[in-house]
């Protein structure tokens, strides 16, 4: 029998070639083996993002995921729009999506009963700049929302704009101040909101007391 020779560029390329369909394998088992603990895990992030928009934080996942089911009262992760009950209070959730400087932008907003302020709101992005864009995410930001009114005359007119560069013919009850250094991700946040409320401005008129 001839003996193999393992120095041929033959047995390198089969080599090579065996060990990277081990290794591929490999690769696919085990994300194939974790897929749904990936899933799991993507569905109770997002319903903590919505607990947020309702201003219930800092929740352990065994919390959130009872206090999830204890307060959405219809709508699915992927609706468009939520409903929920608060203390007794019930509230409209409206998924916004859009873009930011480098990247998607989403959130919820919150909105109570008269269909015409914000309860809560929440923000999140994929790769805005870290101490510029990012702070979206901050429970600052997203508190600066609450109470804000949202129609004016008929018309979405709640938004995010640079100081002092708000219409004139806004209150400051109707905006927040853009995040300081990200004029980019701020324009894009306040787009996605006028955009994706006017979107389902129905419902929330169908929602209304």
Known sequence: MAKLNTNSNVYT??????L??????????VASALKPTQDANVKLDTKKQILSALNIRDLDNAAAEAKYNEVITEGE???PVLKANVDGEEKLIVAVKGAGLWGPIWGWISINKDGETVYGTFFNHESETAGLGARIKEQWFQDGFMGKKIYQDGNVALGVYKQGKAPASLSTDYYVDAVTGATLTSNGVNDMIQKCLTDNQGAIEAFKE
């Open 20 to 29: 990277v369909i081990v290794v591929a394998f490999l690769l696919a088992f």
């Open 77 to 79: 992760l992927n609706s």
């Open 13 to 18: 390329i089969l080599y090579a070639c065996v």
